[in-house]
């Protein structure tokens, strides 16, 4: 009976997130049981442009280190905000959101020749955030039961958070800043004087991805609770 709760529960996450959160989580169990290293997943131009490792391009996205506090709370994010986004603002428009991962990804691997960081998927974990932070913008969240905040803050509040654990707060930056990248192109930038839309989602990812019929059982996560987790909570607020 819990399997079946489990599994219906499972299927009920939106099939993006699904697919991405269930590929970090066995990634990092296979790194855990030592069936592959994470040597064999990095992000090296070397190896990628050179000796065609090309999974290097995707797998790089899926590690968050081993099993511990930072990987759990990395896992949490990913998979509230990833859903929240899906299942929010790209409701009914999967293809949009695939296209934002591809899009991003793009980015941060372009970056990440630049700024020599071996793992990216932190920072697009940080991209996601930001995007549906300034999607929700007057949204009241606290953090810790210590800061009380709007949603645009909480990428700024996280990035402090990995300085006080000591890690190096150019994940962050870069995720922030892929993040800031699209939601102005996506977001801004159209309805500007003289804009348009730049970001354009190619047809043969719609074709793939959009159907037209919804699951009448599909019960999403209410977006008016982000934090959702014992170190915070939020309400949205009303003008």
Same mark, same amino acid.
């Given at each position: 009976? $819990? ?15 699904? %697919?991405?959160?269930? $590929?970090?989580?066995?990634?990092? $169990? %296979? ?8 040597f064999?997943?990095?992000? +090296? ?29 990395n896992? *949490? ?8 986004l ?12 695939v @296209?934002?991962?591809?899009?991003g ?21 940080i991209?996601?955030?930001? &995007?549906?932070?300034?999607? +929700?913008?007057? &949204? ?12 645009? @803050? ?14 190096? *707060? *150019? ?5 922030? $800043? ?8 996506e977001?801004?930038?159209?309805i500007?004087?003289g804009?348009?839309? *730049? ?6 990812l ?5 159907? /037209?019929?919804?699951? /009448? +059982? ?7 609770? /982000? ?13």
């Amino acid at each position: 009976m $819990a399997y079946q709760s489990l599994r219906l529960e499972y299927l009920q996450i939106p099939p993006v997130s699904r %697919a991405y959160t269930t $590929a970090c989580v066995l990634t990092t $169990a %296979a790194v855990q049981l030592e069936l592959i290293t994470p040597f064999q997943l990095y992000f +090296n131009p070397e190896l990628i442009f050179k000796h065609f490792q090309i999974w290097r391009l995707i797998t790089n996205f899926l590690f968050f280190g081993p099993v511990g506090f930072n990987f759990l709370f990395n896992m *949490i994010f990913l998979y509230r905000y990833c859903r929240m986004l899906e299942e929010g603002s790209f409701r009914g428009r999967t293809a949009d959101f695939v @296209f934002m991962f591809l899009f991003g990804g793009f980015l941060m691997t372009i970056f990440g020749l630049f700024v020599s960081l071996v793992f990216l998927g932190q920072a697009f974990t940080i991209m996601l955030v930001y &995007v549906w932070s300034r999607r +929700n913008p007057y &949204v009241r969240m606290n953090f810790f039961g210590l800061l009380n905040f709007q949603a645009p @803050f909480l990428p700024w509040v996280l990035m402090g958070f990995s300085l006080l654990l000591g890690n190096s *707060i *150019i994940v962050d930056l870069l995720g922030i $800043a892929v993040g800031h990248i699209y939601f102005f192109l996506e977001d801004v930038f159209p309805i500007q004087p003289g804009g348009i839309r *730049i970001l354009k989602t190619p047809s043969i990812l719609k074709a793939i991805f959009d159907t /037209p019929d919804e699951d /009448p +059982n599909y019960n999403p996560l209410p977006e008016e609770r /982000p934090g959702g987790f014992a170190w915070g909570w939020s309400r949205t607020k009303h003008d």
